[in-house]
């Protein structure tokens, strides 16, 4: 299992051929309070870069981004009556969707823990 993280403060931890998003620690912080999560369509075909997801928190909505392309196969569902999940678990509970990752050569485009860390610094 490796996780990889976006400049927009995206992480995508893969599990095998599964790549599982959502914001990290860092931009739940930024962000503050998240009120409502708009989640994709099981089913939809994202491309790198592409909007996938909407965070609104009492600050601002910020676009989440596809950080590989790929096929949401799962939502958090949990996120639609418990938004505070990505503030209060953003690795964990706190997940967006799973994506069925269709081009894991992408995935060599985003930085690692260290590297993240590095530009949050």
Do not use: C
């Amino acid at each position: 299992m490796t996780t990889k993280f976006t400049e927009d403060h995206e992480y995508i931890r893969v599990e095998g051929k599964t790549g599982v998003v959502g914001i990290t620690n860092y931009a739940q912080d930024q962000l503050g309070d998240i009120v409502f999560v708009e989640l994709p369509s099981v089913g939809q075909k994202l491309k790198k870069g592409d909007e996938a997801a909407v965070v609104e928190s009492v600050k601002a909505a910020s676009e989440i981004y596809s950080p590989a392309s790929g096929t949401v196969i799962e939502v958090n569902t949990a996120l639609t009556g418990e938004p505070g999940l990505i503030n209060t678990a953003p690795d964990s509970d706190g997940w967006i969707y799973k994506l069925s990752i269709d081009t894991p050569a992408e995935l060599d485009t985003l930085v690692d823990d260290a590297a993240y860390k590095k530009h949050t610094a």
